[in-house]
């Protein structure tokens, strides 16, 4: 927070231990370590497709001709490519 609370705000803190704030964090690293690893070995592969995919999608986003296809072409192919990225 940048600043401070103004005068007479009281902020109520919640109650949690340490210890359970460090479980849960830890209890998430280990997940995550893995879809970095994972991530890490496709990255070459998908950073040299990548200019070629997006080339792609650009045109067929300018090709859609409905608002209907731009939002089906967006649920099939972009999201999951975006989301992917």
Not at 49 to 67: D, G, I, N, S
């Amino acid at each position: 927070m940048i600043g401070g609370l103004p005068e007479g705000v009281d902020l109520s803190l919640l109650p949690a231990s340490r210890l359970k704030g460090w479980r849960d964090t830890i209890g998430e690293v280990s997940p995550v370590m893995r879809r970095i690893r994972a991530n890490g070995k496709q990255l070459p592969a998908f950073l040299q497709e990548a200019p070629e995919r997006c080339e792609e999608l650009r045109f067929r986003v300018a090709a859609a001709p409905t608002p209907e296809d731009l939002s089906t072409l967006w649920e099939s192919e972009v999201a999951p490519y975006f989301r992917r990225c």
